[in-house]
């Protein structure tokens, strides 16, 4: 029984991950973009939520409803201004301007936040459990993992059940011919990242309520995320999540058998995968 509940946590914790890595996998999707500074955004809609929290005293539940909107218009500000001016078949210049937005985004949050840990106030939503039979899991993992699933299934549903996600489709395939037939992929592009960002903040939202933050921890989120989005093959949102609990699963199995194995244990389940299935597990192609 004790392994049941080691594989059940490892699985919750595979949500977040999977909520790390949704809008990494969303834009590179999209626009074959590779966000050296996803992490750090996290981090940064993490004291965002924490900001609201603390000057209007909301739950960090409500607090995510006024941060969402202001990290949609970052996203969509940073791609229109910024990232859209790199694009192209040369993926350097969007990695180096990406890894100097992450410095940035560091010593930003350093300078104004201090390098203290901070961690948004769950309440008793921290302590509260779920009884599922034979084993209970917290409250706030399980609400974790149900987030990772509804957000993958809403991104699922929007990019191919509605004229939005055509609009991604044919800029993804060909940005071109979309823009010959009426459809600016640079704006098309923006609203892709102004979305990515309000999946950020829901990652940010159980990340801070989880754990404790700081300005230097974006760098190790970006890892998970992109170990999430290549395990479970690039271009599939299901697939992150995929990848997610495989991640959560072998740290949780890891730190069982010894604690100190609980990061290598991700890494190696990672390297694990990439041997067995180079392309991950449910590449797009085969979707």
Not at 192 to 211: D, F
Not at 214 to 232: C, K, N, Q, T, W
């Amino acid at each position: 029984m004790i392994w049941v509940d080691t594989i059940l946590q490892g699985v919750l914790l595979g949500g977040l991950y999977a909520l790390f890595a949704a809008g990494l996998s969303l834009v590179f999707g999209i626009m074959r973009l590779v966000n050296l500074a996803h992490g750090d955004l996290i981090v940064l809609a993490a004291y965002l939520i924490l900001g609201v929290t603390t000057l209007l005293g909301l739950h960090p539940f409500l607090a995510v409803f006024l941060a969402v909107p202001l990290m949609f218009g970052i996203g969509y500000a940073l791609q229109l201004g910024v990232l859209n001016r790199v694009l192209g078949d040369d993926i350097l210049p969007p990695l180096l301007v990406t890894f100097g937005l992450s410095i940035v985004l560091q010593n930003v949050l350093l300078e104004t936040a201090s390098a203290d840990s901070r961690r948004l106030p769950a309440g008793e939503t921290a302590v509260e459990a779920l009884n599922l039979g034979p084993v209970t899991v917290g409250l706030l993992p399980f609400l974790t993992f149900a987030s990772a699933i509804a957000v993958i299934a809403a991104l699922q549903y929007l990019f191919y059940r509605t004229a939005m996600g055509r609009a991604f489709r044919a800029v993804s395939d060909d940005p071109v011919t979309a823009s010959l037939m009426g459809i600016r992929p640079a704006s098309v592009f923006a609203l892709a990242t102004g979305i990515a960002m309000v999946v950020v903040t829901i990652a940010a939202l159980y990340l801070g309520m989880r754990a404790t933050f700081d300005p230097a921890i974006g760098p190790s989120r970006l890892i998970y995320a992109f170990e999430a989005v290549i395990i479970g093959g690039l271009g599939s949102l299901w697939g992150t999540l995929a990848g997610g609990v495989v991640i959560g699963v072998a740290q949780t199995v890891g730190a069982a058998i010894n604690p100190e194995w609980q990061i290598l244990a991700g890494h190696v389940a990672f390297l694990v995968v990439l041997l067995i299935r180079p392309r991950g597990l449910f590449p797009r192609a085969v979707d």
